[in-house]
């Protein structure tokens, strides 16, 4: 059983397009994140929810949406997609509450293309 | 803003040899330091510091944190060629919202 699981794996599209990935983890945990990772292999975060709540959103363009239907679920909507947006974008869960609880578990990623 | 710096950002070495990756790090109201392994997919967990001095060790794979001097090793010894990969560093800091920073990795390459 795989913990957090994204969907789709790959997603190839063209611009101007609107697309939207999703995640779910089978942790119980009740923060998930979405990061981005550059082609020069560099993660960075992008949101975060606990327990249905935004909590972290770093300067991602509008047209990066999330949403939160459950703590176990975090989708990623993309409106008007752009070249700069290839990547692969990794999602994210942990259990909130002090350090040692903050290790963060990832899905296999999604690796967007955008034509 | 939190930084996170590694070196070297890439590293060759024969089947055997012994590897030190290094984190520093500068973050306001530090909390922990953690150690990832990507290879092809997603980032897998190693390791998690939060205290000075102590060591983590998990088979030929040890780590440790000097929170005075910010930093971190994670060493690899008699590697393997499965232990190719990209190994990221990324820090905690204060505040309520569990953000991770991350630094921008070291690829290591281990060669038969």
């Not at chain 1, 059983?1 to 611009?15: F, G, I």
């Not at chain 1, 609107?18 to 945990?29: M, R």
């Not at chain 1, 992008?46 to 990066?64: G, H």
């Not at chain 2, 922990?32 to 794979?61: C, D, H, N, V």
Request: aromatic share 10%.
């Amino acid at each position: 059983d795989t913990a957090v699981s994204q969907t789709p794996k790959y997603l190839v599209t063209q611009m101007g397009n609107d697309k939207s990935i999703k995640c779910e983890q089978n942790l119980g945990h009740d923060t998930m994140y979405w990061y981005k990772q550059d082609s020069k292999k560099f993660l960075k975060i992008m949101f975060s929810y606990n327990n249905k709540e935004l909590i972290i959103n770093e300067t991602v363009p509008n047209r990066f949406s999330p949403k939160s239907p459950d703590k176990a679920h975090l989708n990623l909507h993309i409106n008007s997609l752009e070249l700069g947006d290839s990547a692969v974008y990794f999602c994210a869960s942990s259990q909130g509450g002090g350090a040692a609880k903050n290790i963060q578990y990832f899905g296999a990623g999604t690796r967007l293309s955008v034509l | 803003e939190d930084k996170v710096v590694q070196s070297p950002l890439s590293l060759v070495v024969h089947e055997g040899d012994t590897v030190t990756l290094n984190c520093s790090y500068e973050v306001t109201n530090f909390r922990s330091l953690l150690w990832y392994k990507q290879e092809k997919k997603a980032p897998t967990f190693l390791f998690m510091l939060t205290s000075s001095g102590i060591e983590k060790k998990s088979g030929r794979l040890s780590s440790i944190l000097d929170k005075k001097e910010l930093f971190s090793i994670l060493n690899i010894t008699a590697t393997q060629t499965g232990d190719s990969a990209i190994y990221l560093c990324a820090v905690r800091s204060g505040g309520s919202n569990y953000k991770l920073t991350f630094g921008k990795g070291t690829l290591l390459t281990v060669n038969p």
